[in-house]
Nanobody
Framework: VQLQASGGGLVQAGGSLRLACTVSARPFSRYAEAWFRQAPGKERELVAAIQRNGAVEYADSAKGRFTISRDNAKNAVYLDMNSLKPEDTAVYSC???????????????????WGQGTQVTVSS
């Protein structure tokens, strides 16, 4: 299984970006997906997760600004980021975990498939 993240870049504060992660897993619908980020000198942290049953969870810093979604037909998970702040600057990585329908995953250690990161830089 491979994950390919894209969509990072440089944006001004207040701007928007859409990150996309395509997943080679079949069937994609049986995987939980998440976005994590890691800023220089900081630990990796969850940004948002979407479970196999569609349940979502957001970091407090992402609530109200970011939206995670998945398109099972396209084997893709997205992170729409609005009202970006300089503190959102980080390398964003997507992760996947084959799961049962009732499972709920939010910790990095629970995800065993990782894509390469994509840099998001927000200028003030």
């Amino acid at each position: 299984v491979q994950l390919q993240a894209s969509g990072g870049g440089l944006v001004q504060a207040g701007g928007s970006l859409r990150l996309a992660c395509t997943v080679s897993a079949r069937p994609f619908s049986r995987y939980a997906e998440a976005w994590f980020r890691q800023a220089p000198g900081k630990e990796r942290e969850l940004v948002a997760a979407i479970q196999r049953n569609g349940a979502v969870e957001y970091a407090d810093s992402a609530k109200g600004r970011f939206t995670i979604s998945r398109d099972n037909a396209k084997n893709a998970v997205y992170l729409d980021m609005n009202s970006l702040k300089p503190e959102d600057t980080a390398v964003y990585s997507c992760a996947a975990k084959h799961s049962i329908l009732t499972a709920y995953y939010t910790l990095a250690d629970q995800f065993d498939i990782w894509g390469q990161g994509t840099q998001v830089t927000v200028s003030s």
